[in-house]
């Protein structure tokens, strides 16, 4: 049985870079192989998009496996205009689309480091917590790199719906993707503004941690 307070190591250990793929390369042939895919061949922005999915309980391994989905998306091309989640008509709705797309992209891979961070992040350092200080300590590293590696999608994602927001898209309407347009607008107006919310949640951080180190050793037992 697991004491109170400690916590348990994950395969997402490794600091560094930029962007995230590098956080979750270790267990893809894993995920891969557990994954049911089509006989078709994966190769569409698309068709990844489709393979991520929520769960009812989100375990760590499924976060994970949704963030290779969509990060496989980011990299891939889009399908022809025929096969796109909205209806596309003429080329500036497929030119407003792509964009939408993108940004919808970057946004779902934001929650999902947030999802992934929260696993490991600890709201409070109580002190009965003190003979777990390390683990603690280190689950605190764990959540700190997910949430640094979510704000790095952030600059892509406002780019993206600034482009979308442009006035010459302003009468575009694509219905079937209206969900990815009010994303755009919000983002626009500050009303969702992840870079703020993730900065909080680090500071945050901070804060149990430095309570974390305050804690001093556990005494040596008495012979």
């Known amino acids: 049985m697991r004491k109170k307070g400690q916590t348990t190591k994950t395969p997402l250990q490794r600091r560094g870079g930029r962007k995230a793929p590098s956080l979750v390369l ?74 939408l797309f993108m940004m919808h992209l970057n946004l779902k891979i934001i929650e999902q480091y947030l999802f992934l961070g929260n696993k490991w992040n600890k709201g409070h350092a109580y002190f009965y917590n003190a003979p777990w200080k390390e683990p603690n300590l280190q689950s605190l590293d764990i959540a700190e790199t997910c949430f640094k590696a979510a704000l790095s999608y952030w600059d892509d994602a406002l780019n993206w719906a600034n482009k979308a927001q442009e006035r010459r898209f302003w009468f575009i309407n694509l219905e079937r993707v209206q969900y990815w347009q009010d994303e755009a607008q919000r983002i626009q107006g500050h009303e969702l503004d992840y870079e703020k919310i993730i900065r909080r949640e680090l500071a945050l951080l901070q804060k149990v941690r430095e309570a974390f180190q305050s804690f001093a050793p556990p005494p040596e037992p008495s012979e």
């Not at 569409?44 to 991520?52: A, D, I």
């Not at 949704?66 to 891939?76: C, D, Q, R, S, V």
């Not at 989640?85 to 407003?96: F, G, N, P």
């Open 26 to 99: 270790g267990i893809a042939l894993c995920l891969i192989s557990a994954a049911p895919l089509k006989a078709d061949r994966i190769q569409y922005k698309e068709q990844y998009f489709r393979l991520y999915h929520l769960h009812y309980i989100q375990y760590p391994d499924d976060t994970m496996e949704n963030i290779y989905w969509l990060e496989k998306a980011l990299e891939a091309d889009f399908a022809n205009p025929l096969y796109a989640v909205a209806l596309i008509e003429d080329e500036v709705q497929w030119e407003k689309y792509r964009y």
